[in-house]
């Protein structure tokens, strides 16, 4: 078997993507039935943590002052650490050979071919831009939460109502759409579909922390000059538009260690990805084997060390989920309700408030 990531690749994509589909349909039927107020047979699955990086951030901070992971959301903590890690010895690895949201966005790409062959580049100017835009993104949540937010802090959001359910938070989010939303998601559809890579290179703040830690990386593209023949190919087919020919070591922040250069060159040797100048090219399926045995053994090691699961029991699951389902129930109610007697409605609460209020002031004077 040629150790080409054509080969490789695409599976170690899809093996990552089925494993968050399995979580996030798990994590559903877990959401479906504790909303009804029947606690489910099966523990809420843990790896949604991995979709709160907010919260893996402050949970970073809070190891870090404390020396202890906390047990709100654990296994957001560890997988975010072992995200960031695996940047120290394949780059930006991860976007390409573990993230759904990479997976989907390269796929969505590819797939405009069967509506037309063009391809839109962003101009030089606006590319440049954009593509700091993640890095403030990212820099924005790192200054606010390792600057700006004291220790108490860190504690009161880890304890809050919001924290300890962002993840119900983030699946209602998605559930029960806002028309802003629906709209910001169909762009970034949309604009994927046009420009390569559209939210990894540009939006992606995580792709940002990643390009960073990833500068400090051993592995990286080597070109020999002697035995390129400057053709080009890989640079049309590298997903980071970076210009390789122009360099001997790729040390861009944008270079995802996808490898694809090294499978579109022509001339054997003239691209390695490799740890030492000089020495032979990691294959392919090693990269695959590393990422499927880092992921799967760093979860074991959290499982058996108790830093996997949270906390939280899951009855303060069921009544956050059936308050918070009233809550948007009445919502919807009133989203459908005349205005009039919308009006009305707001009005007499207003009353039977004000009411509540008077009797509870004249209980509290006869008691004086
Ligand atoms: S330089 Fe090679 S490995 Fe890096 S992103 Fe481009 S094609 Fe992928
Ligand atoms: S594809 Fe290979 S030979 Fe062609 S420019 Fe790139 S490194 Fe050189």
């Not at 919502?331 to 004000?354: A, H, V, Y």
Request: proline share 5%; with cysteine; charged share 20%.
């Amino acid at each position: 078997m040629k150790p080409y990531p054509s080969q490789a690749r695409p599976w170690v994509q899809i093996l990552f993507l089925l494993v968050v589909v399995f979580i996030g349909a798990r994590f559903y039927l877990f959401v479906s039935s504790i909303e009804k107020g029947v606690i489910p047979d099966f523990e809420r699955p843990a790896g949604v943590e991995a979709f709160l990086p907010i919260g893996a951030l402050v949970s970073l901070k809070h190891l870090l002052y404390t020396g202890t992971i906390n047990r709100i959301h654990p296994s957001g903590l560890v997988l975010f650490l072992m995200i960031i890690f695996t940047a120290v010895f394949a780059k930006k690895g991860f976007c390409s050979w573990v993230c759904p949201v990479g997976t989907l966005s390269e796929y969505l790409y590819k797939g405009r071919t069967f509506l037309f062959q063009k391809h839109f580049k962003m101009p030089a100017l606006p590319d440049f831009l954009l593509r700091a835009l993640k890095y403030v993104i990212a820099g924005f949540f790192v200054y606010q939460i390792f600057y700006r937010m004291p220790i108490e802090g860190i504690e009161q959001f880890i304890q809050s109502p919001y924290n300890r359910f962002a993840d119900i938070n983030m699946l209602k989010f998605f559930t029960r759409m806002s028309a802003t939303t629906f709209v910001v998601l169909m762009s970034l559809f949309v604009l994927s579909i046009l420009f390569r890579h559209f939210w990894c290179r540009y939006l992606c703040p995580y792709g940002a922390l990643l390009g960073l830690v990833g500068l400090l990386s051993l592995g990286k593209i080597h070109r020999d000059p002697s035995h390129c023949t400057d053709c080009g190919k890989c640079e049309k087919k590298c997903p980071g538009m970076i210009p390789i020919r122009q360099k001997t070591i790729v040390h861009s922040l944008e270079c995802s260690a996808c490898l694809t250069c090294i499978e579109s060159c022509p001339e054997k040797g003239a691209l390695k990805f490799t740890y030492y100048a000089g020495r032979s090219s990691l294959p392919a399926a090693i990269m695959a084997l590393g990422f499927i045995l880092f992921f799967s053994s760093g979860i074991t090691l959290a499982i058996v060390s108790d830093t996997w699961q949270n906390e939280i029991p899951t009855q303060a699951y069921v009544n956050y989920a059936v308050s918070m389902n009233r809550k948007l129930n009445s919502i919807d109610r009133m989203d459908g309700m005349d205005p009039e007697k919308m009006q009305k409605m707001i009005l007499m609460m207003k009353r039977l408030q004000e009411q509540k209020a008077g009797m509870q002031d004249s209980q509290q004077e006869k008691g004086d």
